[in-house]
């Protein structure tokens, strides 16, 4: 069974920084997708930044410019650069995996806000105060 580990969030000031990881374990598969969703308080549920089995991204338009996504295959890790943070940023982050060749960064993207498949972790606060 697959499991994902996120860690590295904690709290900061608007215009810090932090980077998110995500360790994958149990896989049983060589091409999949990852990505990171957030999820607030009273707020939707949003695809924040994937990539898929060919290196291809997608991000939300709201974190486009500011976060980058990357993954080392050796370790199973994913992560998540996370610059210039404003206080909307504040969330619980999860990371996702899809064991689907074929999906692409944009669909990793709708389906971590839209749907429920895929591998899903437990999450890292991420807070950001002024």
Same mark, same amino acid.
């Given at each position: ?22 360790? /994958?374990? %149990? ?21 924040? /930044? ?23 295959? /050796? ?42 498949? %895929? ?12």
């Amino acid at each position: 069974q697959v499991q994902l580990q996120e860690s590295g969030g904690g709290s900061v000031q608007t215009g810090g920084s932090l980077r998110l990881s995500c360790v /994958a374990s %149990g896989l049983t598969y060589d091409r999949y997708s990852m990505g990171w969703f957030r999820q607030a308080p009273g707020k939707e549920r949003e695809g924040v /930044a994937s990539i898929d089995s060919v290196g291809q991204t997608s991000y939300a338009d709201s974190v486009k410019g500011r976060f980058t996504i990357s993954q080392d295959n /050796a370790k199973h890790t994913m992560y998540l650069q996370m610059n210039s943070l404003k206080s909307e940023d504040t969330a619980m982050y999860h990371c996702a995996l899809f064991p689907i060749p074929a999906m692409r960064a944009w669909q990793a993207l709708d389906v971590m806000t839209h749907a429920e498949h %895929g591998f899903r972790g437990q999450g890292t606060q991420v807070t950001v105060s002024s």
